[in-house]
C-alpha cells in the first residue's frame, strides 16, 4: 500500500489569505485525488491529476501534480471561510482497473477565521 | 435524494451487541467500499465489492463482515461491537478510474 504524507495537519488562517497544503509519497502515483471534507458530512471529490507538471485550476483552487509523479501541492487564493475543511489526498491502490481501491493520506485540517 | 445513502446517521451501542450499517447507492455503479475514519488515522478500508459475487478485505476488517445484497446496497456488520470500532464510518461507491461518491457518514458509539 503507498504511504501518502499530508502537511500539514492543522492550519488556521484569516480571510483573505493565501495558502498551500502538500501531498507527498516516496513512490510514483499513477494518479492522484484532492478531496474536501466538510464536517458532518463525507469527502467530496475535487479534482483528478494524471499527467506529472499538471496544473488545474477550479475557482480559487489550484492543483498542481509534480513532474516526477511524487507530490502534489494544493494552492489556495484568498480563503474563504467556506473553505474550511479537512482536505484529503488519494491515489489508486495497484494497477487501476480490476484493482482499484483508494489510499488516503490523513489529511489537512483546515480552518479559515472570518 | 442522496447518491450514497448511509443509515443510520448516529447510533450507540453496547459492547457485544451486533449492529449492522446499511448503505445505498442510486449512482448504478458496481463498486462499493465501506471506510471508517478516527482522528489522526484517517480514512482506513475495512472491505470492498466490485461487483455483487465478488467481496474482498481491505487493510482493517477483523471484527467486521459486509452483505452485497444487489449492486445498490452493501451492508456492514459488527457481529460483536467493542469500544475501539467507534468511529466514523463512511461507504463510497465509483466506478473504474473515477474517483469516490461518499456517503454521509454513520457515527457509531461503543459504550
Known amino acids: 500500500t503507498q504511504l501518502l504524507e499530508q502537511s500539514p495537519q492543522f492550519l488556521s488562517i484569516q480571510e483573505g489569505e493565501n495558502l498551500t497544503v502538500y501531498c507527498n509519497s516516496s513512490?510514483?502515483?499513477?494518479?492522484l485525488q484532492w478531496y474536501r471534507q466538510e464536517p458532518g458530512e463525507g469527502p467530496v471529490l475535487l479534482v483528478t491529476?494524471?499527467?506529472?507538471?499538471e496544473v488545474k485550476k477550479l475557482k480559487r483552487l489550484t492543483f498542481q501534480f509534480g513532474d516526477a509523479r511524487k507530490d502534489s501541492s494544493l494552492h489556495i487564493t484568498a480563503a474563504q471561510p467556506g473553505d474550511t475543511g479537512l482536505y484529503l489526498c488519494?491515489?489508486?491502490?495497484?494497477?487501476?482497473?480490476?484493482?482499484?481501491?483508494?489510499?488516503f493520506g490523513k489529511g489537512t485540517l483546515l480552518t479559515v477565521n472570518p | 435524494d442522496a447518491d450514497v445513502t448511509q443509515t443510520p446517521r448516529n447510533r450507540i451501542t453496547k459492547t457485544g451487541k451486533r449492529i449492522m450499517l446499511e448503505c445505498s447507492q442510486t449512482?448504478?455503479?458496481?463498486?462499493m467500499y465501506w471506510y471508517r475514519q478516527d482522528p489522526g488515522l484517517g480514512l482506513r478500508l475495512i472491505y470492498y465489492?466490485?461487483?455483487?459475487?465478488?467481496?474482498n478485505k481491505g487493510e482493517i476488517s477483523d471484527g467486521y463482515s459486509v452483505s452485497r445484497q444487489a449492486q445498490a446496497k452493501f451492508s456492514l456488520s459488527l457481529e460483536s461491537a467493542i469500544p475501539n470500532q467507534t468511529a466514523l464510518y463512511f461507504c463510497?461507491?465509483?466506478?473504474?478510474?473515477?474517483?469516490?461518491?461518499f456517503g454521509s457518514g454513520t457515527r457509531l458509539t461503543v459504550v
Open positions: 513512490s510514483v502515483f499513477s494518479s
Open positions: 463510497a461507491t465509483s466506478e473504474s478510474g473515477e474517483g469516490y461518491t
Open positions: 488519494a491515489t489508486p491502490g495497484g494497477s487501476g482497473g480490476s484493482n482499484y481501491k483508494l489510499t
Open positions: 491529476v494524471v499527467t506529472g507538471g
Open positions: 449512482k448504478g455503479h458496481d463498486r
Open positions: 465489492s466490485f461487483d455483487v459475487k465478488d467481496i
